[in-house]
């Protein structure tokens, strides 16, 4: 290349055109290695053969793909001699390697990574970094220096020349100065000037540093303390201290002065005369300062020699308006003052405003979702009521077809009771549950029954009733063996909801609404089949059950049952019926309207010494108090005398009566508080209690029958959908708890003459089938023979428009004994077969007939012993059999037990059956004091009701005979008379 060089600079001025260009061309073909005519070209000319080398074809490389692999050549590396031998320590190394510096050395294994290395001359040099003063900053650097400065300054820079005690004649390597034994901590990214400096010398040398050490820990122990003196706010710059402290920290000076202007500024805010500080302390906080800038003013006072002179100014009030800018200040927080109290304001009246406008907001969408709530109810209860009346139209033009056809009968005996009776009434499931005696409605061949149980029953009590629904074949032959299986013919079903309201007493209409499996069986057992319903109390939820189970109810619409099932309610059917009823008044809603009412009966009805009040939601006599008046009323003589004044003609006029009102009326609150008592004192025990339930609730006041011998007795009737009106049991009651309050009946009743009981049973059925009444209900009577006319009177006092326990228990009597009833003889018959003889006995005479018979029945379904809540029922049934207590089916005598559920088990159903009256009567009292007997220990009280149960019946027995001795007289002159026409 060197010779074309030299033609081309040597070219001489003769050559044509032509050969410049041909020359030209040349040069071109030797310059490119990659033409294809290079090789011919050098060959031609110069002699020289290239060697023939095949062109490499690279593969092309996506512009947007990145190329992978090694970007640098191979790194020479030290033979493996080398690696084995460490007694070498001196190796070759040529220039080109020295020259890719001493990391690539390390990295290839040619210098041990062990090995101390120092270089002669130090790449960087460091040295202090200049310092101005705050208040010099634009001034020139003076030439001199302090010489205490100076020696700081010296101290502080590292050698030049740096050697180490390393291997002999090794070059390139340096060691740190010894003065700086104590690196700079590499934790914290901000460093001072001067150290910056001697670090990056170090990096840029590659030296290793040694273990990091805190900056402030060469300051922590210096012997000599600084006071550094502020007086007034103001640092004094010439003071010898500062000057000394200055010097000494003059590395990190910057930021030391910048901590004691904020001192010193703090100290001039407060007006603080005169502050030492502390400049070890001082040193101690700058690499916090450094990092937060925010000291507090804690760490601000921690500097402070005399920082309790100094503490105790900065606390004092209005300190602060006594300092620099101290006026501007106080003008500075009296307006941030105001500002905050008017924005307070203003803010506490737009949230207040604005809590308004959401309350009301909130109120008028809750009454608005309330009024579209209580419209979907009040348009689905209007849709459930037409239902309700279409079904019950249909169940009455096919009554007289379903009565005589194959059907199924759905019992659900629920009390649709207002909430507040529900939850004052304890044990209320029991309540509901005491009606399992629907179940003997299967004595009808064509009926079977579904009882809906508002309690879970175990095997246990589920095989009893088995065993005595089974009888029914065995009663009817007279053999105890004839013992059939009718658990097809009924059904015990148990809402699943009572286990999630257990501890809420909900009607059991409520219950099964609730409960959609149970709901899905009953449609299950009764598809394709004619079926009713037969409730008790009637509810809302009764019509929305029957409405889902798409069946008809044989029971009145709710509001009409709610309504004439009150007190105040049976008193105007009464009253429409023209039935005789107890002296009273009804609807009494005040205590001066009760009081002004009772003033007026006790002068309209002087003869009353007993009062009662009821109240009009109430059953089974809670809601019930009575009050004897005629000889605790103090004024009694003196409205005596006066009616003797005026005369009975001018005694009838009003205004006679006004002095004997006004009298009375200011008597009566004081007399009733001291002498009325609730019937149950559990619920009401002081007469404050009551009358607050009275009128909250409403009641009525009723005159007590004006005798010591008073017989109440019940009638259940019936109107069934075609409007025939059936009397289907009657009898007298007892009371076990007072008399105000039943406890059980004698069956069937002796108390009064059936046809006038009749009669005035047809009246008041009337009266309630001419209100919407269809279905059962039951009247209650009170007769008793009336002081002056010395007849027999029989009162109406109460009405329920609901099945009742009475009638549950006369089902049960029924079916045991096949029975029928003859209300207009009273005379309840069964028929007893004939004894079978045994196949070794010889017959010689002709068969015996059916042969009929009277029987007398005492039952209850509240019979309570809690004590029997101690043993199982298989216990007590084995107790009583032992002891002679059971039941005859060839006689059909004996006593029957009615269990109605098996968790508290203290309460039970007893009936008794017997050929007389009285001896029925003395048999039950016998069977509870024996059943007494076992119950109960010496030293063990137990709540009952059996000796209240025994005490009546013998006061019954009485009565039963005075009135069976009056009837035969009746009848025996009855029948002179007939005697004597013919």
């Not at 095997?459 to 299986?485: F, N």
């Not at 059991?508 to 149970?518: E, G, I």
């Not at 009323?633 to 009003?654: F, H, I, N, S, T």
């Not at 008794?912 to 119950?935: D, N, P, R």
């Amino acid at each position: 290349m060197s010779s074309v060089s030299v033609q081309r600079g040597t070219s001489s001025p003769h050559v044509t055109s032509s050969s410049k260009q041909k020359v030209l061309t040349m040069l071109k073909l030797l310059s490119d290695p990659q033409n294809a005519q290079n090789r011919k070209v050098l060959n031609q000319n110069y002699g020289v053969s290239m060697p023939l080398m095949r062109k490499r074809k690279m593969a092309p490389v996506s512009p947007r793909r990145v190329a992978k692999g090694v970007t640098v050549g191979n790194l020479s590396v030290a033979p493996p001699s080398f690696h084995l031998d460490s007694s070498c320590s001196v190796l070759p190394l040529t220039k080109m390697d020295a020259q890719k510096g001493i990391l690539s050395l390390i990295e290839r294994g040619l210098i041990p990574r062990a090995a101390r290395i120092t270089l002669e001359k130090p790449l960087l040099l460091p040295k202090p970094a200049p310092l101005h003063e705050f208040h010099s900053k634009h001034k020139k650097r003076s030439t001199g220096g302090s010489a205490e400065s100076k020696k700081t300054v010296a101290a502080m820079a590292p050698p030049r020349s740096l050697t180490s005690k390393g291997s002999k004649g090794t070059k390139g390597s340096i060691a740190p100065p010894p003065s700086c034994t104590s690196v700079v901590s590499l934790k914290k990214p901000k460093l001072l000037p001067g150290i910056q400096t001697w670090q990056s010398a170090v990096h840029s040398a590659g030296l290793q540093k040694t273990p990091e050490v805190t900056l402030t820990q060469g300051f922590r122990d210096l012997p000599v303390e600084f006071n550094i003196v502020i007086r007034k706010g103001n640092l004094d710059h010439g003071a010898p201290d500062l000057l000394a402290f200055k010097d000494h920290c003059c590395l990190f000076w910057g930021s030391a002065l910048c901590f004691l202007e904020r001192v010193a500024r703090l100290l001039r805010d407060y007006a603080v005369p005169l502050a030492v500080v502390k400049g070890k302390k001082v040193m101690e906080l700058l690499l916090d300062f450094e990092f937060h800038q925010r000291p507090t003013r804690q760490e601000f006072l921690s500097v402070i020699k005399n920082q309790v002179a100094v503490r105790k100014l900065l606390n004092r009030p209005g300190q602060r308006y006594r300092g620099q800018n101290g006026t501007e200040a106080a003008a500075t927080k009296i307006q941030a003052t105001w500002r905050c109290y008017t924005f307070r304001k203003a803010y506490i009246n737009f949230r207040r405003r604005q809590w308004a406008s959401g309350v009301v907001a909130i109120s008028w969408l809750v009454r608005m979702h309330m009024v579209r709530v209580r419209k979907t109810l009040r348009e689905s209860r209007q849709k459930h009521l037409e239902n309700f009346y279409a079904r019950a139209k249909h169940l009455a033009a096919n009554w007289n077809r379903i009565r005589t056809s194959k059907r199924t009968v759905i019992h659900i005996p629920s009390l649709g009771y207002a909430q507040y009776v529900r939850e004052a009434t304890p044990d209320f499931a029991i309540h509901q549950g005491s009606q399992i005696g629907r179940l003997c409605e299967i004595q009808d061949p064509n009926v079977d029954v579904i009882y809906v149980c508002p309690l879970q029953l175990s095997e246990e009590l589920r095989q009893y009733y088995r065993k005595l629904l089974g009888l029914q074949a065995a009663v009817r032959s007279g053999d105890p063996e004839d013992i059939a299986d009718l658990q097809d013919r009924f059904k015990i079903l148990t809402p699943e909801a009572v286990n999630s309201f257990s501890s809420r007493p909900l009607a059991l209409a409520t219950l099964l609404k609730y409960s959609p499996k149970t709901i899905q069986r009953i449609r299950n057992l009764i598809r394709g089949r004619e079926a009713y319903i037969v409730g008790g109390l009637l509810h809302q939820d009764d019509l929305e059950v029957a409405d889902v189970l798409d069946l008809p109810v044989l029971g009145p619409d709710p509001e009409v049952s709610r309504l004439y099932s009150s007190k105040s309610g049976s008193r105007r059917v009464f009253a429409a019926a023209g039935v005789p009823m107890p002296p009273g008044q009804q609807d009494i809603y005040s205590r001066k309207q009760m009081v002004e009412v009772l003033s007026q009966l006790i002068i309209d009805y002087p003869d009353v010494k007993r009062w009662v009040f009821k109240v009009d939601d109430d059953f089974g006599g809670n809601g019930t108090a009575y009050c004897d008046v005629a000889g605790n009323l103090e004024c009694d003589p003196w409205v005596q005398k006066e009616r003797r004044r005026y005369g009975p003609e001018a005694w009838l006029k009003k205004w006679a009566h006004e002095p004997a009102l006004a009298k009375i009326s200011q008597e009566l609150p004081g007399l009733l508080a001291q002498h009325a008592k609730a019937v149950n004192e559990k619920r009401f025990p002081t007469w404050g209690k009551f009358l607050q339930t009275f009128v909250s609730q409403g009641g009525v006041i009723e005159a007590f029958p004006p005798s010591d011998s008073v017989t109440n007795l019940t009638v259940d009737m019936l109107i069934e959908p075609t409007g025939t009106i059936t009397t289907v049991c009657a009898g007298d009651q007892i009371h076990a708890d007072g008399p105000l309050r039943s406890s059980g009946t004698t069956f069937p009743q002796a108390s009064v003459e059936p046809g006038v009981l009749n009669s005035l049973c047809l009246k008041i059925g009337e009266a309630c089938r001419a209100r919407g009444v269809v279905g059962y209900f039951s009247v209650d009577f009170a007769t008793f023979i009336h002081p002056q006319t010395m007849g027999q009177q029989v009162w109406a006092v109460d009405l329920d428009l609901h099945y009742s326990d009475h009638l549950s228990l006369t089902q049960v009597l029924l079916y045991v004994t096949n029975g029928k009833l003859d209300s207009r003889s009273r005379r309840f018959e069964v028929q007893l077969a004939p004894k079978k003889l045994k196949f070794w006995q010889v017959r010689k005479e002709q068969p015996q007939a059916a042969s009929q018979v009277t029987r007398c029945v005492v039952m209850s379904s509240s019979m309570t012993h809690h004590n029997l809540s101690l043993i199982y029922y298989s216990v007590f049934l084995q107790m009583c059999k032992a002891q002679g207590i059971g039941f005859d089916v060839q006689q059909k005598e004996g006593t029957i037990f009615m269990l109605f559920e098996d968790q508290k088990r203290h309460r039970f159903g007893m009936l008794t059956i017997g050929e007389h009256l009285q001896g029925v009567l003395m048999t039950f009292a016998h069977h509870l004091f024996i059943i007494y007997q076992e119950l109960s220990a010496p030293n063990m009280h137990a709540e009952t009701n059996f000796k209240g149960a025994v005490q009546d019946i013998e006061m019954i027995l009485g009565v039963a005979e005075h009135n069976k001795l009056q009837f035969e007289e009746e009848d025996l002159q009855a029948s002179k008379a007939q005697g004597l026409t013919k």
